[in-house]
C-alpha cells in the first residue's frame, strides 16, 4: 500500500474510525512486523497538517496503540520464559532459537532499559526486544515507562514530518511533478544519446 493509498484511505474516514484505524495499525505493527505502521502514522500527520484532523487524535492513537502492543509482546516473553508450549521441541532448530532467546533475554536484564528506550526507532525489530524483555524477567512498570517515552519521542518527530508536508501538500505535489519531469527529460536525453552513438558508429563502420 502506497502512502497515496493510505492517504486517501484516512481522508474518507470520519473522525472516530480514522482514530480507530490509527490505534489498531499501531497495535498490530508491534503483533505483525512486516506491517507499516509507521507509514500510516505519517499518512495520519499529513492529514493533521493538509486536512484539519485533531493533532491529539492522532498522537494518542498511536500512542496508546502502540503500548498495547508492546504490552502483549512483553507478556508472550513473559510465558515463553515461564513454559514450555507443546509440540514445539518438535521442530528443527527450535534449541538454537530458544538459546539465542535466552542471550538476548540476559542481555535485556542487565541493559534492557536502554534497548527499551530504543525500540520505537528499531523498525522490524520492536515486537522482538519486547518479548526478549518479557523473557529477561524485566519490571513490567520499568519496560511500560521506557516504551513510553520511546512511543513519544518517535511518533512525536513522525507526527512534525507528516504534519509539515500536510501544511505544505501543494508545494510537495509540485515539488514531485517536477521532479517526476526531470526524471523522464533525463531518461529520453539518455535513451537520444544512446541511439545517436549507435547511428554514428554504424555509420563510421560504412
Known amino acids: ?13 470520519g473522525r472516530w474510525l480514522t482514530a480507530s484505524i490509527l490505534f489498531v495499525s499501531a497495535f498490530t505493527e508491534y503483533i505483525f ?16 497538517g493538509g486536512y484539519g484532523l485533531p493533532f491529539w487524535d492522532v498522537f494518542l492513537s498511536v500512542t496508546l496503540g502502540g503500548l498495547l502492543g508492546a504490552t502483549c509482546d512483553f507478556y508472550v516473553g513473559r510465558l515463553l520464559a515461564l513454559r514450555d508450549i507443546p509440540g514445539i521441541k518438535k521442530y528443527r532448530g527450535y534449541q538454537t532459537i530458544k538459546d539465542k532467546a535466552m542471550l538476548a ?45 520511546s512511543s513519544v519521542i518517535w511518533n512525536s518527530l513522525l507526527l512534525f514530518g507528516g504534519y509539515m508536508v500536510g501544511k505544505n501538500l501543494e ?36
Open 1 to 13: 500500500m502506497s502512502p497515496d493509498d493510505i492517504l486517501v484511505w484516512l481522508s474518507s474516514a
Open 33 to 48: 512486523p512486516p506491517y507499516p505502521g509507521d507509514m500510516v502514522t505519517i499518512a495520519g500527520a499529513v492529514l493533521v
Open 105 to 149: 533475554s540476559s542481555k535485556m536484564a542487565r541493559h534492557g532499559w536502554v534497548y527499551i528506550l530504543l525500540n520505537r526507532f528499531l523498525p522490524g525489530i520492536r515486537p522482538f526486544i519486547l518479548v526478549a524483555a518479557g523473557m529477561g524477567g524485566m519490571d513490567v512498570k520499568m519496560v511500560m515507562f521506557f516504551a513510553f517515552i
Open 171 to 206: 508545494l510537495f505535489v509540485e515539488i514531485f511533478k517536477s521532479y517526476q519531469m526531470v526524471v523522464w527529460l533525463a531518461l529520453c536525453a539518455l535513451v537520444l544519446i544512446f541511439v545517436m552513438r549507435k547511428l554514428l558508429r554504424e555509420s563510421s563502420r560504412k
